[in-house]
């Protein structure tokens, strides 16, 4: 059973912009916090941005002029807004939800034990 859904990702050139979604099966105010993430090949996790239930959100500070995280709590769907595309952000995005963990933000993968199969986005120059 898929509790999270990303779509969005898609083939850019290089200054673009996009917006990624992550649709829920659940109730998103269930969760303590959700977060996306991006892999890129041959490389682990990395942290971008993380809504916790109290509403507050926290982009990681090397992608904050490019990267907004938001959420539509009727749709129970988190978004990533990214502009301004360069290729270092050709990756797979994914999104993740903690029912567990009190407190998580980006900086740990760890902290999230539902995850989406992911969205590939590939920037080209």
């Known amino acids: 059973q898929v509790q999270l859904m990303e779509s969005g990702g898609k083939s850019v050139r290089a200054g673009g912009s996009l917006t990624l979604s992550c649709e829920a099966s659940f109730p998103t105010d269930t969760t303590y916090c959700m977060a996306w993430f991006r892999k890129a090949s041959g490389q682990g996790h990395e942290g971008i941005a993380s809504?916790?239930?109290?509403?507050?959100?926290d982009v990681r500070r090397m992608f904050s002029d490019r990267f907004t995280i938001s959420r539509d709590s009727a749709k129970d769907t988190l978004y990533l807004k990214v502009i301004n595309l360069e290729p270092e952000d050709t990756a797979m995005y994914f999104c993740?939800?903690?029912?567990?963990?009190?407190?998580?933000?980006?900086?740990?993968?760890?902290?999230?034990?539902?995850w989406g199969p992911g969205t590939q986005v590939t920037v080209s120059r």
């Open positions: 809504w916790q239930r109290d509403g507050r959100t």
């Open positions: 993740a939800a903690s029912h567990t963990s009190y407190y998580c933000t980006w900086s740990s993968d760890e902290d999230y034990e539902v």
